[in-house]
């Protein structure tokens, strides 16, 4: 058993530290303590120092760099990265997990029983003879997490872990990490940049704001920290903290303990609050229905004879300068009827018919694959012969997306949001009328995707047709005139937004499943903007 | 028990055996058994279909080795017909039958040798010797599948973006694909140097570790073996095996006389049969079993508590 003892297994004093050439501090003056068997979590924007602080509390993993004051870590670490892809060192499962013991010198027995004990832990067992290629992403992320935790930490540390796995994923991997703590009683060190279902499960929060501790302390007053704050980081907060507040605010009735972190806290406050507020006016739904830009009928596909279909007759009616979301789960085909939709494969049976002239263009899953450059700036310009277009272009594609301070930058090292920014950018400079999106705002932040949700908007309202195939609902609900749900390889609904979300149960946004059957129409954080005091007049 | 669930070692020893019986003579007897117990194994792992996909490239190589050697060899008495000066003979036509028979039967155990050993079996084998290379064959089998899905990805994406590539631009882009895929790789390769280092690489202790065990039931099919492959090496070198192409076709009194060659021909025709006898030992020992099982007298009172089994067993 572990020492139950409050001593911290974690304390930094003044600490510091500078990258090598850089005058400003990534990390200031940081001071705090874990405790042991804490479960904390990291916050912060992008940028804010999260991943230089984890990787400096690692030992084999600690920035080059000056260091001042000091930080003590009292136990071995284990380290789990973002990316699920990357950080697979061999070829098939069995041998990734014994991997980190066949580095300790373990003898065979020894890493036989601890495979058995871990696969058996996560309920791996099934694929342990699996190459690892053949895993999915969140797959793959739970045998990082099984890999790391195979060798015993007393620490595990995980950097952003669920940024690039998909809403399904994401629950179970979360789901085994409170696992773990609960189970296990090891001190957990996470960095996050989204709040939902993480911050009910955490003990306690840093949040870390350019280099600095901003916030040190339990879950619920960090919320309030930040609902009493106008920083951007508000957005990362759970949709159903968020419309508590809104609802405290608008009625005047300050809460009674610290804020709602979890649906069912959410509802039964919201219950409380709702018989003072007027219902929000009925949004008007008449949209005048436009021009067909595209238009998919009984699309059929599968990769090769013999596997089995992926598309069963799947029909997609695509209306000029309007955002189609087409949401849908893992393996539902997504990508393959965006494929299917450019033209860059050809339906086993159907037909795409695309008005006359109009120029497509599609971003792929991996915006990585899209980049050569070394600098920003040069990858935009790289098609500039083939598109037909120059500098100026360039530069003023680049200042309407806020990208111009980053001209110099290697593509590589841009955040989630501004790769995708950029990606877009370049796709824009060959002028397309059609806009083909694949998973647009995966592993983005939310302040980011609030952007590139504007982004959008504006290409729409523009005359440009955008479809995106997309895991999230919150940005589907935020971003789009008409939404489908692809499911089983058919199209089974398309629906203008507002009635689609609201015609959903569970496959809804945050915001509808907190306010169901509480506050009637209530999609989007917008929504909640319109509610009004009762007896206040507009 | 199958061969193929065998321990590697036991998978090794029978091919390695198999080959060195077929190229060590040039007998008309060894390369026909060679050949049709190769063939049936292939047609065993592989199914009747694929094991016939072979045909196509063995009939023509055959055919060829036949044609090289009767142009090339006029030894022999038995003269076919004559072209010009060039007289082709029966033993030569033979000579280079046989040479066929016995290259198109190497082709087929090789191919049955990489359905039995995937690259886990063969690293099991190699991992305690070679711990290095084993795991740089690890990683590498990691990385191909990766990277062939990368450049498939920037393939599409850049033709997503662009349409079907042509003229001059078509070099442009494959540069491209080259150069994204070394910066991709690349950048992925430092996120996993940090990964490995993370798990105590660099502790510099490491010690290989194989999933395949050493049981005690590997011993008596690799004894079975050792036993016929030594008949067999016996048998040959007290002369069983010799066999004469030229000045005519003969087996010659010394190979005849005594147990030399009966003992080289049983011996080789059971090793060759080896994966043949594991199916039906296997299939044997269950029937046994299963007969055993219901003669059995299960003590009455597991059997009241047992919920009444159909043949087949539990579950």
Same mark, same amino acid.
């Given at each position: 058993m572990k020492d139950q003892q409050v001593s911290p297994i974690i304390r930094a004093d003044g600490f510091c530290f500078t990258y090598p050439g850089e005058k400003n501090e990534a990390l200031k003056e940081l001071s705090f303590e874990v405790p042991a068997g804490a479960f904390l979590l990291v916050a912060g924007p992008g940028g804010s120092g999260k991943t230089t602080l984890l990787r400096a509390l690692k030992e084999e993993l600690k920035p080059a760099g000056i260091y001042q004051g000091s930080v003590e870590v009292d136990g071995e670490t284990g380290f789990v990265m973002q990316d699920p892809s990357n950080q697979i060192v061999m070829d098939r499962v069995w041998h990734e997990l014994a991997f980190g013991l066949e580095n300790l010198g373990l003898a065979p027995a020894a890493i036989e029983r601890r495979i058995a004990e871990t696969a058996h832990f996560f309920g791996i067992e099934h694929w342990i003879?699996?190459?690892?290629?053949?895993?999915?992403g969140g797959e793959m992320q739970i045998l990082n997490l099984a890999s790391t935790l195979i060798m015993n930490p007393d620490i595990l540390i995980l950097d952003e872990p669920t940024a690039r796995l998909d809403p399904v994923s994401v629950a179970h991997f979360l789901d085994l990490l409170d696992r773990i703590h609960r189970e296990t009683g090891r001190t957990l060190v996470m960095s996050e940049h989204r709040m939902t279902d993480v911050l009910s499960m955490v003990d306690r929060v840093l949040f870390l704001d350019g280099g600095r501790i901003a916030f040190n302390g339990k879950p619920g007053s960090f919320a309030g920290y930040l609902l009493d704050r106008d920083l951007p980081?508000? @957005? @990362?907060?759970p949709a159903a903290t968020k419309a508590v507040r809104r609802l405290e605010e608008e009625t005047g009735q300050s809460a @009674? %303990?610290?804020?709602?972190?979890d649906v069912p806290a959410a509802r039964r406050r919201l219950r409380q609050l709702a018989p003072l507020t007027n219902p929000p006016e009925a949004v008007p739904e008449a949209r005048q229905s436009r021009e067909v830009i595209l238009e998919a009928k009984e699309l059929f596909f599968r990769y090769q004879a013999g596997l089995p279909e992926v598309l069963k007759g799947a029909s997609l009616v695509i209306e000029e300068a309007s955002i189609h979301a087409v949401i849908g789960g893992n393996g539902s085909g997504k990508s393959t009827l965006l494929h299917l939709l450019s033209g860059l494969l050809d339906p086993v049976s159907g037909k795409v018919k695309k008005r006359s002239g109009i120029r497509t263009g599609l971003l792929t899953q991996h915006t990585q694959a899209l980049f050569s450059a070394d600098a920003l700036f040069e990858e935009l310009m790289e098609l500039s012969e083939l598109g037909g277009y120059g500098r100026e272009e360039v530069l003023g594609i680049m200042e309407r997306f806020g990208l111009e301070g980053l001209a110099d930058r290697h593509p590589y090292d841009l955040s989630g949001g501004e790769i995708q920014k950029a990606a877009l950018a370049k796709l824009l400079l060959l002028s397309p009328d059609l806009l083909l999106l694949d998973e647009p705002v995966k592993g983005m932040d939310s302040a980011s995707k609030e952007q590139f949700s504007d982004c959008l908007r504006t290409l729409a309202s523009e005359g440009k047709t955008v479809v995106l195939v997309t895991h999230d609902l919150n940005f589907s609900a935020e971003t789009a005139d008409t939404c489908s749900l692809l499911f089983d390889g058919r199209i089974v609904a398309t629906e203008a937004a507002r009635p689609f979300f609201r015609g959903n149960t569970f496959y809804t946004t945050d915001y509808a499943r907190v306010t169901e %059957?509480? =506050?009637?129409? =209530?999609?989007?954080?917008a929504d909640l903007q319109k509610i009004r005091k009762a007896g206040h007049e507009d | 028990m199958k061969l193929k669930d065998r321990h590697p070692a036991v998978i090794l020893f029978f091919f390695a055996a198999v080959l060195v019986l077929t190229l060590s003579t040039h007998h008309p007897a060894i390369a026909l058994m060679s050949l049709l117990s190769a063939f049936l194994l292939r047609v065993r792992l592989a199914g009747i279909r694929k094991a016939a996909r072979s045909l196509p490239y063995l009939v023509p190589m055959t055919l060829l080795m036949i044609l090289f050697n009767s142009l090339f060899n006029d030894r022999g $008495?038995?003269? $076919?017909f004559s072209i010009r000066r060039l007289s082709v003979t029966l033993e030569s036509v033979l000579y280079g039958l046989v040479s066929g028979l016995m290259l198109s039967a190497v082709m087929l155990w090789f191919q049955s040798y990489n359905n039995m050993m995937d690259s886990g079996r063969f690293l099991a084998l190699m991992g305690r010797r070679l711990p290095v290379i084993s795991m740089m064959i690890s990683m590498i089998f990691r990385l191909i599948p990766e990277s062939v899905a990368h450049g498939h990805e920037i393939e599409m994406s850049r033709r997503a973006l662009l349409g079907e590539p042509k003229g001059r631009f078509r070099l442009a882009g494959a540069i491209r694909m080259t150069t994204v895929l070394m910066a991709w790789s690349m950048e992925n390769a430092i996120e996993t140097a940090d990964a490995m280092r993370a798990k105590a690489?660099?502790?510099?202790r490491r010690r290989a570790y194989g999933r395949i065990r050493r049981s005690a039931r590997d011993i008596p099919p690799m004894a079975a073996m050792a036993l016929f492959l030594a008949l067999a090496a016996a048998g040959a070198l007290a002369g069983g095996s010799a066999f004469l192409y030229y000045p005519f076709l003969a087996v010659p009194t010394r190979a005849r006389a005594g147990w030399a060659m009966a003992g080289w021909l049983t011996g080789s025709a059971a090793l060759f049969a080896v994966p043949f006898l594991a199916d039906a030992l296997s299939v044997l020992s269950d029937r046994i079993r299963e007969a055993r099982r219901q003669r059995a007298d299960t003590d009455p009172f597991v059997t009241a508590m047992v919920p009444r089994i159909k043949s087949g067993g539990p579950q």
């Open positions: 003879d699996r190459p690892v290629n053949e895993l999915s980081f508000r @957005a @990362a907060l @009674a %303990g610290p804020p709602s972190l %059957g509480i =506050i009637p129409d =209530i999609i989007t954080a | $008495l038995t003269v $076919l690489f660099d502790a510099g």
